[in-house]
């Protein structure tokens, strides 16, 4: 059930007893800019921390105790030229425990997230812990080789900051672009409120409309482009680490509101998102070497991507393989047996999701930004269509476009 409260603001009722929780996700998008990207990293942490009614830890955990372990995080997502604010909570459902906690839930969503504790201190606190976290997740080598390829690959795109925020931005921003930023977020950017889990309809409207001052806004929602580059980018870095990565990323100029899209998904698993795959078997299983590797499809930029961690010494070999297994779908040299029990894990993959309330939102929130009314048996049924030979022609399309290798720096590297 989609209800429009204003322009620009809907409220998804997505009624399940599969859950003994209730989850109500209110989701803010906006263009993907980096400077966006980086006050809204800060203002991810400052929100789910402390707000005006509750200015302590020890009153914020107090609450969370009362509530029944209720969890609320925040939360961000990049959806092509698109970029979304998640603020998410989780409350066990008032059934269990016959008091009215949907209403409590909504309160609390009230005071943190329209009455948050914005000052100096708590956005210093916030900022330190932002940029600490980039750099926790920059100490991995094949974290540091993803985000690089993605900055390079993606220049002159919103995708170079699809993934997070750069230390640098993240330490230009102002106490005073944070409140520019988060006013900005909360009364004009669109928004779309879900609340699932096993709830009364015109309850969760009413409750939602009573507690809520929502007004109109205006921001449209851009989400798919395909990012084109004229010629394949190789770069080679040298960093003190104790592993190799291997980055590749293919341009499909395939999108996901296209049938291609599905074919894209099944040849994708062949290739290598899974065990079965024939990447992770010919060069993981059988030459022993990468540590690991997967592909995965980027539906908003119509790319295709691999990583894979490796011994510097073998990456040629490694490029070559990754070619090959290429080859091999174009050319249908893989298994009937390979290509059904591929497919079959990718439609266990997506069933699955189904089992987990975020993944069943966020299923959600990509068909209205996509303005799609997709169905998970809708898309079973797509895969399950699709034949060897259309997973072949659809690879056909692949143009490899970047080539990342983050190399380990020795001796004779350091010294030139």
Known sequence: MVIKLKEQVHLHIIRSDKFKFVTVSFNFYNDLIEENHAAKAILSNILCDRCLKYSTKESVSNLKDYLYGAKMSATLSSYGKGFAFHFITKVLNGSFTNTDNLLQQFQMIREFLFHPLLTQETFLEAKEFAINYVRR?????????????????????????????????????????????????????????????????????????????????????QSIYA????????????????????????????????????????ANAVFGQFATSLLFDEIREQRSLCYSIYSQVLPFEGLVFVSTGIDSKSSEEVLELIDMCYQRIIHKEFSDTIFENCKRSLMNTICLQQDDAYSVIEFNYINRILNKERGIPDIIEKIKRVTKEQASKVFEALKLKMVYLLKEEDNETSNT
């Open 137 to 221: 997740r920059l100490d991995n080598p094949m974290s540091y080789a993803v985000d690089q390829a993605v900055r390079i690959m993606g220049q002159g795109y919103p995708f170079a900051y699809s993934i997070r925020a750069s230390i640098d931005a993240l330490k230009q921003v102002t106490f005073e672009q944070i409140q520019e930023v988060y006013q900005q977020m909360i009364e004009k950017e669109a928004l779309d409120i879900f609340v699932l889990g096993d709830v009364e309809e015109n309850y969760v409207k009413e409750t939602v409309s009573k507690l809520f001052v929502l007004n109109d806004r205006f921001q449209s929602i």
């Open 227 to 266: 990012l084109t580059k004229e010629q394949c980018i190789y770069k080679e870095e040298y960093k003190k680490i104790n592993q190799s990565s291997l980055v590749c990323i293919y341009d499909t100029n395939i999108l996901n509101t296209t049938e291609e899209y599905y074919q894209l998904l099944v």
